[in-house]
Nanobody, 114 residues
Framework: QVQLVESGGDLVQPGGSLRLSCAAS????????MFWVRQAPGKGLEWVSTIKTGGSGTYYADSVRGRFTISRDNAKNTLYLQMNSLKSEDTAVYYCANLGNGYWGQGTQVTVSS
């Protein structure tokens, strides 16, 4: 049974930081590129970041580049998203996904507000 379980979402003030985690199981994690995707209130899905299988290839949306860092620990089957200098427009539900197979987590809420 495939599972992607996100955690780490919280209420944080503008300028603050959060680290999201995504624990994967039920598939061979190290063989797949992994993604973070978010959905802000009342808006559609927005791609945030991608990391290749070995972790050396990383890609970011313009809106988060320089502030967010994606990483993975293949030994722990875990995906991460370090988010710094958070802005109110980063408020969203954040999902981790294996888009190649159509696997999605349940999401974790990030709220940036003073």
């Amino acid at each position: 049974q495939v599972q992607l379980v996100e955690s780490g979402g919280d209420l944080v003030q503008p300028g603050g930081s959060l680290r999201l985690s995504c624990a994967a199981s039920g598939f061979t994690f190290r063989r797949y590129s992994m993604f973070w995707v978010r959905q802000a209130p009342g808006k559609g899905l927005e791609w945030v970041s991608t990391i290749k299988t070995g972790g050396s290839g990383t890609y970011y949306a313009d809106s988060v580049r320089g502030r967010f860092t994606i990483s993975r620990d293949n030994a722990k089957n875990t995906l991460y998203l370090q988010m710094n200098s958070l802005k109110s427009e980063d408020t969203a539900v954040y999902y981790c996904a294996n888009l190649g197979n159509g696997y999605w987590g349940q999401g974790t809420q990030v709220t940036v507000s003073s």
